[in-house]
């Protein structure tokens, strides 16, 4: 498999678990969706720049890309499998609870330079995205119930999420 989504609601583990894969296949381009979306100062591109950089991002032969289930619909028809990371709502409030203290006054790695996170900034979005939980859920059900090409690991545990990683790896002779 050359062509991977890791995608999950905010908090869900994304960034980590898709650096983990990179780590594993460094041949293979590591896509952040969040860096293709965001200018500096936490500021959205224009959609159609979204799309149109989205667009050439998979159409290559290879790729992982991590990313919410807004980038389903341009990338799932070029994708191989697709890692859904879903853990519970506590898990996820505990992971944005924390986040902004770990990076506090920094941009993360898999954002573009000058999104810093801030408590008061990351708060308010955390909870508008623990909110949203269900409607994340319903979106990539509904996207990945209709790609039957497509080999889908639903990961509601580290568990789960180590054997998708182990799967992976073995499809791809690691």
Not at 5 to 16: D, E, F, L, Q, Y
Not at 45 to 63: K, M, N
Not at 129 to 135: D, H, P, Q, T, Y
Request: aromatic fraction near 6%; proline fraction near 7%.
């Amino acid at each position: 498999m050359q062509r991977l989504i890791v995608t999950g609601a905010n908090g869900a583990g994304k960034s980590h678990v898709a650096a983990r894969l990179s780590a594993l296949r460094p041949d293979v381009p590591l896509v952040s969706f969040d860096a293709i979306k965001l200018l500096e100062g936490w500021q959205q591109r224009p959609r159609v720049e979204i799309e149109q950089d989205l667009e050439a991002a998979v159409a290559g032969p290879a790729w992982i890309i991590e990313g919410g289930p807004s980038l389903l619909p341009v990338a799932l028809p070029r994708a191989e499998a697709v890692l859904w990371l879903d853990p519970p709502g506590a898990v996820r409030a505990g992971r944005l609870l924390l986040r902004p203290w770990r990076n506090l006054g920094r941009t993360r790695p898999e954002l573009p330079k000058g999104n810093r996170d801030w408590p008061i900034h990351q708060y308010r979005f955390a909870l508008r995205s623990l909110r949203k939980g269900a409607v994340f859920r319903q979106s990539i059900a509904a996207a990945v119930a209709g790609a039957g090409h497509v080999a889908v690991w639903r990961c509601r545990t580290a568990a789960d999420t180590r054997a998708a990683l182990d799967a992976w790896a073995r499809d791809n002779d690691l």
